[in-house]
C-alpha cells in the first residue's frame, strides 16, 4: 500500500477503511511530530499533540481540505493548533518551575546564561506568535516552518491568497517588530543575578 497514491488511500480512509487510515498515519506521522516539537517545549507533549492530530483527522474526515492530493496541510494546521492550546494550559506551571533556583556546579553560570538566553528567545517567539491572530499566526508557520507557498497555504486557514499574502506581511512586520526589543521581565530577570 505504500506505493499507492495518497489521495487513493485517502479516499479509503475516508470511507472507513482503517488500514488505509494507518498507512496516512505511517506516511505523516514523523512531518507532523517534527512540526509540534518545534512548538512545544517537552517531547510529551509533542507526542499528545501529533495524537490529537491524528484523532481529529479521522473524527472530522469529512470535512478535511485537501492540498495537492495530500492531507498533510491539514495534518499541520491542526497540530499547530493543539500544540497552541497545550502552551497556553501549561505556561504558568513551566514559568513557576524555570523561576524555581537549582544547584550549582563549577561551569555552571556559563551554561545558566545560555540556557537562559536559548528559554529567552524561545519564550518570546511563543508570545510574540501567541499576540498574532490565529490565521496570521498558522500562515506564519505554514510558510516560514513548513514551506508551503502562500497559495497552499491561504485555503487551510480560510483565506484568498491576496489576503493571506496581505496578512503575512503584516504578521511578519509585527513579529519582527516583537523581537527587536526586550522586553521588561526579561530585562529585570537577567539583571536579577548580577546583583548577588
Same mark, same amino acid.
Given at each position: 500500500?505504500?506505493?499507492?497514491?495518497?489521495?487513493?488511500?485517502?479516499?479509503? *480512509?475516508? &470511507?472507513?477503511?482503517?488500514? @488505509? #487510515?494507518? =498507512?496516512?498515519? %505511517? $506516511?505523516? +506521522?514523523?512531518?507532523?511530530?517534527?512540526?509540534?516539537?518545534?512548538?512545544?517545549?517537552?517531547?510529551?507533549? *509533542?507526542? &499528545?499533540?501529533?495524537?490529537? @492530530? #491524528?484523532? =481529529?483527522?479521522? %473524527? $472530522?474526515? +469529512?470535512?478535511?481540505?485537501?492540498?495537492?492530493?495530500?492531507?498533510?496541510?491539514?495534518?499541520?494546521?491542526?497540530?499547530?493548533?493543539?500544540?497552541?492550546?497545550?502552551?497556553?494550559?501549561?505556561? %504558568?506551571?513551566? +514559568?513557576?518551575?524555570?523561576?524555581?533556583?537549582?544547584?550549582?556546579?563549577?561551569?555552571?553560570?556559563?551554561?545558566?546564561?545560555?540556557?537562559?538566553?536559548?528559554?529567552?528567545?524561545?519564550?518570546?517567539?511563543?508570545?510574540?506568535?501567541?499576540?498574532?491572530?490565529?490565521?496570521?499566526?498558522?500562515?506564519?508557520?505554514?510558510?516560514?516552518?513548513?514551506?508551503?507557498?502562500?497559495?497552499?497555504?491561504?485555503?487551510?486557514?480560510?483565506?484568498?491568497?491576496?489576503?493571506?499574502?496581505?496578512?503575512?506581511?503584516?504578521?511578519?512586520?509585527?513579529?519582527?517588530?516583537?523581537?527587536?526589543?526586550?522586553?521588561?521581565?526579561?530585562?529585570?530577570?537577567?539583571?536579577?543575578?548580577?546583583?548577588?
Amino acid at each position: 500500500m505504500s506505493d499507492e497514491n495518497e489521495a487513493e488511500v485517502w479516499r479509503r *480512509a475516508y &470511507d472507513g477503511d482503517g488500514a @488505509a #487510515f494507518a =498507512e496516512i498515519f %505511517r $506516511r505523516h +506521522r514523523d512531518g507532523v511530530f517534527r512540526r509540534a516539537c518545534a512548538l512545544v517545549d517537552r517531547t510529551h507533549d *509533542a507526542e &499528545d499533540a501529533t495524537a490529537v @492530530a #491524528f484523532f =481529529e483527522l479521522w %473524527r $472530522r474526515r +469529512r470535512s478535511v481540505t485537501i492540498v495537492d492530493g495530500t492531507v498533510l496541510p491539514w495534518l499541520l494546521v491542526t497540530v499547530a493548533h493543539t500544540a497552541r492550546n497545550q502552551r497556553r494550559g501549561g505556561l %504558568r506551571y513551566r +514559568r513557576l518551575l524555570s523561576s524555581l533556583p537549582r544547584a550549582e556546579t563549577p561551569d555552571a553560570e556559563q551554561e545558566a546564561v545560555a540556557a537562559i538566553e536559548s528559554e529567552v528567545l524561545g519564550i518570546r517567539l511563543r508570545e510574540a506568535l501567541a499576540r498574532l491572530d490565529v490565521k496570521d499566526a498558522a500562515l506564519l508557520t505554514l510558510t516560514a516552518l513548513d514551506g508551503l507557498t502562500v497559495a497552499d497555504a491561504a485555503p487551510l486557514v480560510g483565506l484568498k491568497p491576496g489576503a493571506a499574502r496581505t496578512r503575512l506581511m503584516r504578521a511578519r512586520r509585527r513579529l519582527q517588530g516583537d523581537l527587536a526589543t526586550d522586553p521588561p521581565h526579561v530585562t529585570w530577570f537577567l539583571n536579577e543575578g548580577e546583583r548577588a
